[in-house]
């Protein structure tokens, strides 16, 4: 089929180089964001799904909106068969979804209905989910409501961050979703509707949702900062100033500590929370680079009864 390709982040490019590889398909342009400030230096970049097509020597389509008269008018002319879309990150209009003609066909990481919206991951290990996976879905008007092509599952293992579950399902997921193109080409392969139980939301977790509420016990306080690895970054506060937990992990053995109270060993740290105490690893300073908890604590001398989140 000829396809034209949709999609923005790291996580989308597994799937970029699926679609590339297949014998099968033909990629004949990409549709990503435009070019945006990134890194610490905040300088314009393209995205990286646009740098792989590049690489590549295909057309890369950057519309400001997808319902942009110009974009669909080349859409048109390209003609494509089938758009795959991964974390795209722009709503498609209907005058968009109309013009393949089999439509636009997402790769979603989760085992829909579950966790339909934009941070299924996080929310995943947020909840402490053991099983998550991947959906191909035909793009309707309504969130992630659309028919299902196919999935693979993927357990969430106890350490997971979001990061980590993410990048196994970016690759477990490019594999489905060459197999649906496959499938939908042959004809062999129909969707089937999405059943009404088990629908959950994951809407996008901000800044204020990734601070830490250290009278929350120990296990809830696990998942935020594992759930907001990498991005937005669990955190606190102490002296004033923000401090962001990369790593941390429930220490049962470690009790007697009030929430937010740190404990500083020789080579650990901890820090009290609702339940048992958590064990922090990395941490982030403000304007500062990750460093060692241990490293951290022997700088700023916490004082007795010191505590985060004041």
Request: net charge neutral; aromatic share 4%; glycine share 10%.
């Amino acid at each position: 089929m000829r396809l034209v390709f949709a999609g923005t982040p790291e996580v989308a490019v597994p799937a970029l180089d699926a679609l590339l590889a297949s014998e099968r398909h033909e990629v004949a342009a990409v549709v990503t964001r435009p070019d945006a400030r990134a890194g610490r230096g905040r300088h314009v970049a393209a995205s990286p799904v646009a740098q792989r097509a590049r690489e590549a020597e295909i057309e890369v389509l950057r519309p400001e909106r997808p319902r942009d008269p110009a974009f669909l008018a080349r859409l048109a002319e390209i003609a494509p068969d089938c758009c795959p879309v991964v974390a795209y990150g722009a709503l498609l209009p209907q005058a968009a979804l109309d013009i393949p003609v089999h439509g636009w066909v997402n790769l979603h990481f989760s085992l829909l209905p579950a966790w339909r919206g934009a941070a299924p991951v996080q929310h995943a290990v947020l909840a402490g989910d053991e099983l998550t996976g991947a959906s191909t879905f035909r793009i309707v008007e309504e969130l992630d409501a659309g028919p299902v092509f196919g999935v693979v599952t993927e357990r969430i293992r106890p350490a997971d961050t979001s990061g980590d579950l993410l990048t196994r399902l970016a690759f477990a997921g490019a594999g489905l979703l060459a197999a649906t193109m496959d499938g939908i080409e042959d004809g062999a392969l129909q969707a089937e509707p999405q059943p009404a139980e088990g629908v959950s939301f994951a809407p996008k977790i901000t800044v204020a949702d990734a601070r830490i509420d250290w009278a929350a016990p120990a296990l809830r306080v696990d998942r935020l900062v594992r759930a907001c690895a990498p991005a937005p970054g669990a955190w606190t506060t102490f002296r004033g100033a923000r401090l962001k937990v990369r790593a941390a992990a429930p220490d049962p053995e470690h009790t007697g500590v009030a929430p937010g109270e740190l404990a500083v060993g020789k080579k650990t740290v901890h820090a009290g929370t609702g339940s048992h105490a958590v064990r922090l690893e990395w941490v982030q300073p403000q304007g500062r680079k990750p460093m060692r908890a241990a490293d951290w604590a022997r700088g700023v001398r916490p004082g007795p009864g010191e505590r985060l989140g004041e």
